[in-house]
């Protein structure tokens, strides 16, 4: 069993020194103690292991709206949309008249675990970077979320059911990954946070 000594820790919101008690860490909280704060800082942190991330049936999916039968399931980490098959969600040419809207590396998703909410994030960003010369590259008809056009080097999340338009023509809808329940629970971890220094 870990004993607690009296401790100093940095206060979560004023980052001022607050002394804590054995018995603060027996409550699981100390309030700030500093003239205009009196933030309650908790003092054991709860998240998930990472270890869950293994064997997970998915990390979501982009559905084309025009035809749902068409799912595209995303990975955890870089995940680049577009028609070339180097793209790790590499998707059809949709022709709309006698041309293609989407570019052949269109935009990039980065697929996240938050690992305090167990929650899996979205990051969209328009554009990727170039497989040969790695320098990164816009599309040519632009990455809409929700109906905005993304500016240059703008990073937004698409939440689920979010809808990702490539090239102003075509959209997909996030059905993003729920990790259920029970599961993530098997996973939490709680953890005495470290103090600054013990006396
Ligand atoms: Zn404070």
């Given at each position: 069993?870990?004993?607690?000594?009296?401790?100093?820790?940095?206060?979560?919101?004023?980052?001022?020194?607050?002394?804590?008690?054995?018995?603060?860490?027996?409550?699981?909280?100390?309030?700030?103690?500093?003239?205009?704060?009196?933030?309650?800082?908790?003092?054991?942190?709860?998240?998930?292991?990472?270890?869950?991330?293994?064997?997970?049936?998915?990390?979501?999916?982009?559905?084309?709206?025009?035809?749902?039968?068409?799912?595209?399931?995303?990975?955890?980490?870089?995940?680049?949309?577009?028609?070339?098959?180097?793209?790790?969600?590499?998707?059809?040419?949709?022709?709309?008249?006698?041309?293609?809207?989407?570019?052949?590396?269109h935009c990039?998703i980065?697929?996240?675990?938050?690992?305090?909410?167990?929650?899996?994030?979205y990051q969209l960003q328009d554009g990727?970077?170039?497989?040969?010369?790695?320098?990164?590259?816009n599309s040519?008809n632009g990455t809409m979320l929700n109906g905005y056009l993304l500016q240059n080097g703008e990073k937004m999340d698409l939440n689920?059911q979010g809808l990702l338009g490539l090239g102003g023509?075509d959209v997909f809808r996030l059905?993003?990954?729920?990790?259920?329940?029970?599961?993530?629970?098997?996973?939490?971890?709680?953890?005495?946070?470290?103090?600054?220094?013990?006396?």
């Open positions: 069993m870990t004993v607690f000594k009296n401790s100093l820790i940095s206060c979560q919101k004023c980052g001022r020194r607050i002394a804590v008690k054995a018995r603060d860490f027996e409550n699981g909280a100390i309030q700030c103690t500093h003239v205009g704060c009196g933030y309650i800082n908790q003092l054991v942190q709860s998240y998930y292991d990472e270890h869950i991330l293994i064997g997970l049936p998915s990390f979501g999916q982009l559905v084309y709206e025009a035809n749902p039968t068409m799912k595209y399931p995303l990975r955890l980490g870089t995940n680049v949309v577009g028609t070339s098959p180097t793209c790790e969600v590499a998707v059809e040419r949709f022709i709309h008249g006698d041309k293609c809207y989407i570019s052949r590396r990039t980065e697929v996240l675990f938050n690992k305090w909410t167990g929650r899996f994030r990727a970077s170039d497989i040969d010369s790695h320098h990164y590259k040519l689920d023509k059905e993003a990954y729920l990790i259920p329940g029970k599961m993530l629970e098997s996973y939490r971890i709680s953890k005495v946070i470290e103090p600054d220094e013990t006396q």
